[in-house]
């Protein structure tokens, strides 16, 4: 897939985010890895309903350094840093989704309760240390909540979604958010009846060496 194409899947994909309620106006950001040096990521400050994919911006994740004159997301920490340490992951999506906001507020782990999300995202949903966004200790402290998961909620902030390509990634936004308000309701039915670690741990190793090649050949 060529740059261009690729330009215009992060376009395609911010625009779904609005539409789906998962972003509002430019909050929130987008980011595929090109190459073992390279990423393209959305610009800071640009709405999606009006972004078009000339101002994607190229971004070395290694130097931080990118080309013309439109900045990069002030998040390019944490994109950067997901790239230099998951080296199977190649799109980034960073949200302040409401559900998965929520639970990111009140600080609390997801648990195992939903067999897609186990699947998709792991057998937890961990919270990343409270520290201010769009630093480099932000993005690490991120990276570290997603070890062993393709998401993470930050700390009063939001959220991080990770996947082997632009779809994954966009799919895990979308199950997050259903585990998320899945969490958030059931608790006041008494608090949600878990999966065990174990069966989470095996659904999810099922999903990413199985499950999904089949679903990619069947495209």
């Not at 900045?71 to 080296?87: F, G, T």
């Not at 201010?132 to 979604?161: E, I, S």
């Not at 990413?208 to 050949?217: G, H, N, R, W």
Request: glycine share 6%; net charge positive; aromatic share 6%.
């Amino acid at each position: 897939m060529g740059q261009e194409e690729i330009r215009e899947k992060i376009v395609e994909a911010g625009q779904r985010l609005v539409k789906k309620g998962l972003v509002t106006r430019s909050w929130g950001n987008i980011s595929v890895r090109i190459d073992e040096k390279n990423m393209l990521i959305t610009p800071s400050g640009r709405a999606y309903e009006s972004l078009k994919p000339e101002e994607i911006v190229l971004m070395n994740y290694h130097t931080l350094k990118y080309e013309g004159k439109i900045k990069p997301s002030s998040e390019y920490h944490l994109h950067a840093e997901v790239y230099k340490q998951r080296k199977e992951i190649n799109a980034v999506i960073h949200t302040h989704q409401m559900n998965a906001t929520t639970v990111a507020t009140a600080r609390r782990e997801v648990p195992p309760i939903i067999d897609d999300m186990v699947q998709i995202i792991g057998p937890t949903v961990r919270v990343s240390g409270y520290t201010q966004a769009g630093t480099q200790k932000f993005a690490k402290r991120a990276v570290k909540a997603l070890r062993g998961r393709q998401a993470a909620l930050l700390a009063n902030h939001g959220a991080v979604c990770i996947g082997r390509n632009p779809e994954e990634a966009f799919a895990v936004c979308e199950v997050l958010e259903k585990a998320c308000k899945t969490f958030i309701e059931a608790e006041f039915l008494g608090g949600a009846k878990t999966i065990s670690k174990f069966s989470a741990a095996i659904m999810h190793q099922v999903y990413l060496k199985k499950y999904s090649k089949l679903e990619e050949k069947n495209r």
